[in-house]
């Protein structure tokens, strides 16, 4: 007989019940994130390893509204070079997230 271990993963992409304040790194506050804020969708930047799922929760649970859709956008890292040296960029990831009509958070 054959014992099987729970993939954390798994259990992770799921939802249930977790602590999911790791999700949210802070609100996104740029030009661009202002202008589609106008259309009730909020920029924020997002842990590398959270999914779509977790961050709509994490929404939930941190401002308590629920998000009509959630888009990721993961953003490659990348080599550059600055002052003669060349420096590793990390990658991120954020999240717009669209709530219905008459729905607001508060990022100030």
């Known amino acids: 007989m054959a014992l099987f271990k729970k993939d954390s993963k798994k ?7 977790q602590d999911l304040s790791w999700v949210i790194i802070a609100p996104r506050i740029t030009e661009k994130a202002a202008m589609v804020s ?3 969708v909020f920029t924020f930047d997002v842990a590398t390893r959270s999914n779509k799922i977790q961050i709509k929760q994490a ?3 941190k401002y308590g509204v629920t998000p009509v859709s959630v888009n990721v956008i993961n953003q490659q890292a990348r080599k550059t ?3 003669g040296r060349k ?3 990390k990658g991120t990831k954020k ?4 709530l219905k009509q008459g729905d607001t958070i508060e990022l100030a």
Request: zero cysteines; aromatic letters at 0%.
């Open 11 to 17: 259990e992770v992409a799921t939802g249930g019940s």
């Open 38 to 40: 106008g259309n009730n």
């Open 59 to 61: 929404i939930i649970e």
């Open 81 to 83: 070079i600055k002052r």
């Open 87 to 89: 420096v590793h960029e």
């Open 95 to 98: 999240a717009m997230v669209t």
